[in-house]
């Protein structure tokens, strides 16, 4: 029970927060365009909510 609130309530918004700092690390640096960024955060986000769906259901059961 403890790991899914963990995993709920902690580490989801780290992977979200990580994702949008390093996007603007990307644009501050000038490896990318926000467009680009925004493509990419997006993927990242949705990749990490079916990972973390999937750890879930693991530890679940």
Avoid: N, Y
């Avoid at 640096?29 to 879930?56: C, K, M, N, P």
């Amino acid at each position: 029970m403890l790991k899914l609130i963990l995993l709920d309530k902690a580490i989801s918004p780290l992977v979200r927060h990580g994702i949008t700092v390093a996007g603007g690390w990307m644009i501050a640096d000038g490896h990318a365009d926000a467009e680009t960024v925004q493509t990419i955060a997006g993927g990242g986000v949705a990749a990490a909510g079916v990972a973390l769906s999937w750890l879930e259901k693991k530890l679940r059961f």
